[in-house]
């Protein structure tokens, strides 16, 4: 059985190694993978120690944990540095998110310096965590608890960036981060699983606890595969060239009558020009289209017509599709050419929001839904 986990160990190393090699070549998105480059190596690494422990016992599990501890502690600032640079959010005085990792190895070196000899293991007793000291096993669990809540803030990063975008882009599909979101919805769950797991490893008499010791090394290598989703997710991602934050508008109101002229306004130009034609329309776009800022226009469109921006755009871009296959000369025309047609720039994007206002699919309007 050890042997096995040797071998997924340094498979798992080889995936991580290559992936951060991969990541390092990569020309776009350049800070964001270089970030998830060093998360990839850091991991490989972990795993290549995992392998030399379990293996023969090659490495003593106490001094394991001794760079692996500091590993998780670096690894932590790292995946939110990641996360801000693909979401283009701007931060300050990123170094301090370091400091912890500085500490804890510090501590670490100093208590390597004075160390006792290191206690005899058995290799059957490397399946859990009661052969540390107390301080190690809080540092190990501190460090998950930072990754936890780091992951968190992270994920509220994540969310405000995909509501941000709804209010500039017209188009979020290449630009959406909601793959991310829900990575780091799974890293909390898996967090707070490993901390669990920890807690009854730890406290529970050696052997009491296979099921959960096997529990903990499945989990190890499930966190490579839910490392490579997120190198895979972010190849294909396509760069952000910037925060797209909503423009802010003041609590200021311009009155109800200045208001509504700046509604008739915008939906008159709506109805004559099409801007929402074009598929990469933005927010800044259409308010030089109407020489108007475009915080007053942002406002209109929340406050009068209770739509984002993305809303309101593809609305229209619903109507104009549907208008498309009504038409007897567009009869012969796929559902993807229409798409593109109306302004979207996929059939994916199309259908969802196709239904989500006419409450049936392209297909089932052009099939006989149209009133």
Request: glycine content about 4%.
């Amino acid at each position: 059985m050890y042997r096995t986990f040797a071998v997924i160990y340094i498979i798992l190393a080889s995936h991580s190694f290559l992936a951060a090699f991969l990541l390092f070549m990569k020309k776009f998105n350049q800070k964001a993978t270089f970030y998830l480059g060093l998360i990839n190596l850091m991991m490989g690494f972990m795993f290549l120690i995992a392998y030399m422990t379990v293996d023969r016992l090659s490495i003593n599990p106490v001094l394991q944990l001794y760079i692996v501890i500091p590993m998780v502690f670096f690894m932590t600032p790292l995946c939110y540095l990641y996360a801000v640079r693909l979401s283009r959010t701007e931060t300050k005085n990123d170094g301090y998110h370091f400091i912890p990792a500085i500490l804890v190895s510090v501590y670490l070196l100093i208590r390597w310096i004075e160390r006792q000899p290191y206690p005899e293991i058995n290799i059957e007793d490397i399946f859990g965590l009661h052969y540390i000291s107390f301080d190690l096993y809080l540092l190990l669990q501190s460090g998950l608890l930072l990754l936890g809540g780091y992951l968190l803030k992270m994920f509220l990063i994540i969310r405000s960036y995909n509501h941000d975008i709804r209010q500039v882009y017209s188009s979020i599909e290449k630009t959406n981060l909601r793959w991310l979101q829900v990575h780091l919805g799974i890293g909390m769950a898996g967090c707070f699983i490993f901390f669990t797991t920890n807690i009854l490893q730890y406290f529970l008499p050696a052997g009491r606890a296979p099921v959960l010791n096997r529990i903990e090394y499945a989990g190890q290598a499930f966190s490579i595969i839910f490392l490579l989703s997120i190198v895979y997710f972010t190849f294909i991602q396509q760069e952000v060239k910037e925060r797209g934050m909503a423009p802010a508008y003041s609590r200021q109101r311009l009155g109800e009558k200045k208001e509504m002229e700046y509604v008739e306004r915008i939906l008159s130009y709506m109805e004559e020009h099409k801007p929402y034609l074009e598929p990469e329309l933005t927010v800044q776009d259409l308010a030089d289209m109407l020489n108007v800022p475009a915080a007053r226009l942002t406002m209109v469109l929340n406050i009068h017509l209770k739509k984002n921006f993305y809303q309101f755009i593809n609305t229209y871009r619903v109507k104009y599709a549907a208008g498309l296959m009504r038409d007897p000369a567009m009869a012969n025309e796929n559902i993807l050419t229409i798409a593109l047609e109306a302004g979207f720039n996929s059939k994916t994007s199309f259908n969802t929001y196709f239904k989500r206002i006419m409450n049936m699919t392209p297909r089932e309007y052009r099939s006989g839904g149209a009133v």
